[in-house]
């Protein structure tokens, strides 16, 4: 949505006044340039997980560390001791 906003914003027309409300203040849309990196960072991140078959666990804690370490808020969701993982104690003796 934020890539397909980008790639039509120069063709809006901002000089009808109903169309001009609705647009993103330069602040807004500043801070949608900086979602769209985000969001590009997390696809490649996705991709990377998902192509390589021969991907083992110290890959994934290596860039789920990276992520966090770039975004603190992931924590919650890929740290080597968050609610989903089983037995944090197995997973950290499987990637040293």
Do not use: G
Not at 4 to 23: C, G, K, P, Q
Not at 54 to 76: G, M, N, Q, Y
């Amino acid at each position: 949505m934020v890539k397909r906003f980008f790639a039509i914003n120069d063709f809006v027309y901002t000089s009808d006044d109903e169309l001009a409300e609705l647009m993103p203040t330069r602040n807004e849309e500043n801070k949608l340039w900086l979602l769209q990196d985000d969001l590009r960072e997390l696809k490649l991140s996705s991709k990377k997980l998902h192509s390589d078959e021969k991907v083992t666990l110290l890959d994934v804690r290596d860039l789920f560390d990276a992520l966090i370490e770039r975004h603190p808020s992931a924590a919650e969701y890929l740290a080597a001791d968050t609610s989903v993982v089983k037995n944090p104690a197995f997973e950290n003796a499987c990637v040293k």
